[in-house]
């Protein structure tokens, strides 16, 4: 049963003033009062138990706070409070795991900042939480902090190193070159771990550079310093690390099987002329072998030279057979990519490129779950893709073949696919068709990465000029423009911004995606609500949709915009057809309520007030307890001089109050209208029997008085008599006097009659 939210609000306040001067005992007992009143309110248990840890009741501050966690799940702060009390009570385990768990919070609520404070906190109170470390690693490299991005990753080697998984370690290790190949501390680990020596958790943040030991460089040159990660990337991509591991792959079985058959020695010549880069030779001798020997790594190896001399049919017929050797799989899908890409069939092109460079990126998974959290995503890039026309798939193709050759392809792999999940969360599939298929430059995933980071850091002109220079190598690339947008709206180019966004919009529009141009127009005017244009452009978007729900509202909005710039003829032009739209699509009562509420607003800012009247009084018809109805009839015809009917809706009002045993809100009511028109006998007389029922004579016997004297003023005599008999029976101090002041009433009606 719901209590009194007045008395709720009260207890409230106490407690919040109580909080405020630190009297936690005071507060405490105010909270529960709260309580009391509505035992299902998740605020008023916060705030208990704020005080109560205040007071150092740590068991019953964590109980209030998974009280409260429990009534309102999505609000963080319960559980980071409780978190919190965990840890000052020496449970540091258990504190670690709740930090964990305000950590998913924040994840729903897209805060990935406060996500990775908390598990900072988590991994400080319990080491060694290697999914959290892995967690914190890929946020860090997703919000551009590589610092301690590497951090994590050197961390989560020395994790795995302690629990024998040199594995992961490794691939650990590798993740962090990915992001700075030049760091010494992950070179040194990984030198370590080669040799099957120990490595050492890295150097933490807080360390002083100044105070930190010198890094131990144990390499010879700088070419060393690329070390593994330069090494195994060949520019070729893929297929040229995998026809590596096929040349040793297929002379090791050649030589084992004791192979000196002919389709042996071709393929030995095969290989012999591949390393003299005698290629048309090599392909020759490679089809002599394949007749009797059906080795995947030969295979490959003739495959991918038969791609290098454009015989892309050949080629995709040996590369298939590849696929059976997960050590060459990622590069026969790689070449497959390219013939199919080259013979115009670009959905087979599409699905066997994108299965390469998941199968490159899962090859540093650290761990079944990310390989499974990876999957979802090349999935749904998958799906995204899928039906698109050939044109598209064409210029798609042609970047995802960039993005697996060049020195750097095995970094830009893992960069770019964290954009486009990024992409796909944020903007739909058709964000993912804009980035690959803009024919512009493969460093795009890197160049908005770092806008990102530079709007974060508020390095706006850095921003901006990377904005540009995204903008000239892909110009219509969407996404960039609307961080330009961003960009601007921080600066305060307010309009600028604005003109920008709905560029962005109708261009949206333009394409059909009209999901997306609504999800900008909405963006904009929660940061100008009082742009009209924008207002109506998001309306045309709705009508157009066929969404008569979201029009009404935003006919409603627009309504009020004109209401705030002083546009009232505007406004009431508006609310009439927010009225007729909800009519015809049978709103519901409540929204046709809200609708005639703005438009009496609206009339009264025209000081129209009978046609104000006229409104209230059909909200009345459709919902006759509608207060803030009823209270605006009760003032407006006051300023009409209709008393009677002002009276009339008053005490419709206030039988309402009765009906809720709201009593405090009838005396403040009659309080406040008293004072509004002091000279109204039916508000005194109201007010003076609500002060005799609850015990206050002194104040009844003040508003008797008063009463009495306006019906003296204008001849109530016998009515005049009868408040001077309830004055007496109050017994006041001066009832004597009031005595006689009833006897001259009394003459002076005996005279008129």
Do not use: C
């Not at 698109?388 to 798609?396: F, K, N, Q, V, Y």
């Not at 911004?497 to 904009?524: C, H, P």
Request: hydrophobic share 40%; charged share 30%.
């Amino acid at each position: 049963m719901a209590g009194d939210r007045e008395l709720y609000q009260q207890h409230m306040n106490a407690g919040h003033d109580a909080a405020w001067n630190h009297e936690w005992a005071v507060a405490i007992s105010a909270y529960s009062k709260a309580i009391r009143e509505f035992p299902e309110d998740a605020e008023a248990h916060t705030s208990l138990g704020l005080a109560l840890l205040n007071a150092d009741r740590l068991d019953d501050a964590l109980k209030v706070y998974m009280r409260a966690h429990e009534l309102s799940p999505d609000d963080p702060t319960p559980l980071e409070k409780s978190a919190d009390v965990l840890e000052r009570m020496g449970r540091l385990k258990e504190a670690a795991q709740q930090y964990i768990n305000v950590s998913e919070v924040y994840l729903g609520q897209r805060d990935l900042n406060k996500a990775i404070g908390n598990w900072a906190r988590a991994t400080q109170l319990t080491p060694g939480l290697v999914q959290i470390h892995m967690r914190l690693a890929q946020a860090y490299e997703r919000i551009g902090d590589k610092k301690k991005a590497v951090r994590e990753y050197l961390t989560l080697a020395y994790n795995f190193h302690r629990l024998d998984d040199s594995e992961k370690a490794e691939k650990a290790v590798e993740r962090a070159l990915r992001l700075d190949k030049r760091n010494s501390q992950a070179l040194n680990a990984l030198r370590a771990l080669k040799s099957g020596g120990d490595i050492a958790l890295p150097q933490t943040d807080e360390l002083d550079e100044a105070d930190a030991p010198p890094d131990i460089n144990l390499f010879d040159d700088d070419d060393n310093l690329l070390l593994e990660e330069e090494a195994h990337s060949d520019p070729r991509g893929p297929l040229g690390e995998a026809s590596a591991k096929a040349l040793v792959a297929l002379a090791a079985h050649v030589m084992e099987s004791g192979m000196l058959d002919k389709a042996g020695g071709d393929a030995l010549q095969g290989m012999e002329f591949q390393r003299q880069q005698r290629d048309a030779d090599a392909i020759e001798a490679y089809r002599r072998a394949a007749e009797g020997l059906r080795h995947p790594a030969l295979k490959l190896n003739l495959g991918a030279l038969l791609l290098e001399h454009d015989e892309p049919q050949e080629a995709a017929q040996h590369l298939g057979e590849a696929l059976v050797d997960p050590l060459l799989s990622s590069g026969a899908m790689h070449g497959l990519g390219q013939a199919y890409y080259r013979l115009g069939k670009h959905r087979q092109a599409l699905r066997y490129l994108l299965q390469s460079l998941q199968a490159v990126d899962t090859g540093l998974a650290l761990g079944q779950s990310e390989a499974a959290e990876l999957a979802q995503i090349y999935e749904r890039l998958q799906n995204a893709l899928e039906g698109r026309a050939d044109d598209a798939l064409e210029a798609i193709n042609a970047r995802l073949l960039n993005l697996l050759t060049g020195a750097d392809w095995k970094h830009r792999i893992a960069e770019t696919r964290q954009h486009l999940d990024e992409v796909m969360r944020d903007q739909g599939d058709q964000g993912v068709v804009d980035f690959l298929g803009t024919g512009g430059s493969d460093n795009l995933a890197s160049t908005v990465s770092r806008i990102d980071s530079y709007i974060r850091q508020n390095m706006l002109t850095l921003a901006m000029d990377e904005a540009h220079n995204a903008v000239q190598t892909s110009p219509f690339y969407l996404p960039v423009h609307v961080r330009m947008a961003e960009i601007m709206m921080r600066e305060g180019r307010l309009r600028q911004a604005i003109n920008k966004y709905n560029m962005v919009a109708r261009a949206y529009m333009m394409r059909g995606e009209k999901d997306r141009a609504a999800s900008i127009l909405f963006e904009v005017l929660e940061q100008s609500p009082l742009d009209v244009s924008i207002r109506l452009s998001l309306i045309d978007l709705l009508e157009s949709e066929n969404s008569p729900d979201e029009v009404l509202d935003q006919y409603i909005e627009l309504g009020r915009t004109y209401n705030h710039l002083g546009n009232f003829e505007k406004a009431r032009e508006t609310f009439l057809s927010a009225e007729r739209l909800a009519k015809q699509v049978s709103a519901p009562k409540e929204k046709l309520v809200a609708i005639k509420h703005s438009q009496a607003d609206a009339e009264q800012l025209r000081m129209d007030m009978r046609s104000a009247i006229r409104i209230y009084e059909d909200i009345i018809e459709l919902t006759p307890e509608d207060e803030r109805a009823l209270r605006m009839l009760v003032d407006l015809n006051y300023s009409q001089l209709n008393q009677l009917e002002a009276i009339d809706h008053l005490d419709r009002l206030l039988r309402i109050y009765a009906r809720r045993k709201q009593i405090t809100r009838i005396v403040h009511t009659l309080e406040e209208l008293t004072r509004h028109y002091p000279t109204d006998p039916g508000l005194r007389s109201r007010l003076a029997a609500m002060y005799r029922q609850l015990g206050r004579n002194t104040d009844a016997v003040h508003q008797l008085d008063a009463l009495g004297e306006l019906q003296i003023e204008i001849g109530m005599l016998a009515e005049a008599r009868s408040t001077i008999r309830q004055i007496i029976a109050l017994e006041p101090e001066n009832s004597d006097d009031y005595r006689r002041l009833l006897q001259q009433i009394e003459a002076r009606i005996r005279q008129k009659q």
